[in-house]
């Protein structure tokens, strides 16, 4: 059996931050053929994608019947069936309305395991099969595939592709697990707990059961922790929830929304008491180059007030016109990230594409080296999201999963300095730079810069190649 997987264009297929990037969002001209078919949804997007779409699907169509014509030739190949279609798949509703699928390369007599396997790996969702489904999102009752033709059955409409949901199958029992991580929990050695949660357990419930399971006192749950979720989709968001919050709700809810949000979501236990201080600190970018520090701080006033001024500015890169604003105020950080965000210094956009990163720094952004074991060395990530094609887009979303997305820094969102300054006090550790030579050659400048401001001002740095021109990965000795 042949499985082949296809995606449209990167900077549409992930939604981490991929719309803004690539500007696609924007008022419907013409609502395609298979949503006017559905009823009761919006439509948000031009034609002209979704006639992308169809062509990168009908290339990928046509190679692959070029590839089956040649196979079938061969006498050697016995026993395996190239009857093949593409369908485009939509992982919620949040997709819908957005028009975002992906087209996939299906056997047309695979069973629905099969096409379910298929649906998860394009979307990179490492679960088991067994907890999805798939509807056809053109029938009026959204009806599930079913063996042994599932694909026999889905509507079709003239001169278009099959359209199917990715759904995750609520259970009977309206239970399901939930996977808690610690964040700066003294004691806690596991990298997460997986705990059995129903519909009506709420936030609270969630954490004691966390807690018994982190071997440490359940009692004390909602006096000394909170919950936080944290989704990876788009960058790194977090949101503090209620006690009185349903966490079994808002993973359905999520999953309702999109199969890969909810793969990308994260509950974090975290100690509710900061030991270090109610600091927060912005980082702010795109000012003019070698200004004096009055000159700095004069300018940000303007656009902050006297009402929301920083109680101190700095460390301060001058080459670059960028700093530091620390905060002990919480409701006039959050205030001066707003305002930040639309200020504009001489006809331009103060801070870039989101060049700012509202921190907190003993728990959010920033590593205290008390944390670290001595045998560990922590590793900073740089993803450039555009490089080769918007590769990196891929790559972000799985280093955030794979590692503390607090680890792993977009080099659109204020370059390589908030992930030098987060890193400043760790006295070793290794840096991953995932980009062209661009890229490369932009974090060792800014490394060679700011790296005598470091405790390590020398980091080991490896490379994963996805720009066009590679030299200096080619000619770079290995680590």
């Not at 419907?28 to 034609?47: L, Y």
């Not at 979704?50 to 699907?57: G, P």
């Not at 199917?164 to 309206?174: A, D, I, N, P, S």
């Not at 705990?195 to 982190?214: I, K, N, Q, S, Y």
């Amino acid at each position: 059996m042949v499985h082949v997987l296809a995606a449209r264009s990167v900077s549409e297929e992930f939604s981490s931050g991929c719309e803004g990037r690539s500007g696609s969002g924007g008022g419907s001209t013409g609502a395609p053929a298979d949503q006017e078919h559905r009823p009761d949804h919006k439509q948000h997007r031009d034609r002209s994608s979704d006639d992308r779409d169809e062509a990168s699907a009908e290339i990928l169509h046509s190679f692959l019947a070029a590839v089956t014509c040649t196979l079938s030739t061969q006498p050697e190949v016995k026993g395996v069936s190239f009857c093949a279609e593409v369908v485009k798949i939509y992982d919620g509703e949040g997709a819908w309305s957005r028009r975002l699928y992906r087209p996939v390369v299906v056997g047309r007599g695979w069973s629905e395991r099969e096409l379910v396997a298929a649906a998860l790996r394009a979307f990179h969702v490492a679960r088991e099969p067994e907890l999805f489904e798939l509807t056809d999102a053109l029938a009026a009752d959204e009806t599930p595939l079913r063996d042994p033709t599932p694909l026999a059955h889905v509507t079709r409409l003239p001169n278009k592709r099959p359209a199917l949901f990715l759904r995750f199958k609520e259970q009977e029992t309206g239970r399901g697990e939930v996977r808690v991580y610690p964040g700066r929990i003294a004691g806690a050695g596991d990298t997460y707990v997986t705990v059995p949660c129903g519909g009506d357990d709420t936030v609270a419930d969630l954490m004691a059961a966390a807690l018994e399971r982190f071997g440490l006192d359940p009692s004390s749950a909602t006096q000394d922790y909170r919950c936080s979720e944290i989704l990876l989709d788009r960058g790194v968001s977090e949101r503090v929830l209620e006690e009185e919050e349903r966490p079994w709700r808002i993973v359905v809810r999520l999953a309702r929304e999109s199969v890969r949000r909810m793969e990308l979501a994260r509950f974090y236990l975290q100690p509710r008491r900061d030991p270090h201080g109610p600091t927060l600190a912005l980082f702010v970018a795109s000012l003019p180059p070698g200004l004096s520090e009055r000159n700095y701080e004069n300018i940000l006033v303007e656009f902050l007030g006297t009402e929301n001024k920083f109680t101190s500015i700095g460390p301060i890169y001058y080459e670059y016109g960028s700093m530091v604003i620390t905060y002990e105020d919480a409701s006039k950080a959050v205030r001066a990230l707003y305002a930040l965000r639309e200020a504009k210094y001489e006809d331009k956009h103060l801070l870039g594409k989101c060049a700012v990163t509202l921190q907190r720094p003993p728990e959010k952004r920033s590593i205290e080296p008390s944390m670290v074991p001595s045998n560990v060395k922590p590793l900073l990530v740089f993803v450039n999201v555009k490089s080769g094609g918007c590769q990196g887009l891929e790559l972000i979303s799985s280093f955030r999963k794979l590692l503390n997305p607090y680890q792993v820094f977009d080099l659109e969102n204020g370059g390589p300095l908030p992930g030098l300054y987060v890193f400043r006090h760790i006295p070793n550790y290794k840096i991953l730079v995932c980009g062209g030579d661009g890229t490369i050659g932009w974090v060792l400048q800014c490394l060679d810069n700011v790296g005598q401001d470091s405790q390590c001002s020398n980091p080991p740095c490896a490379i994963v190649p996805l720009g066009t021109g590679l030299c200096i990965s080619f000619l770079a000795h290995p680590l």
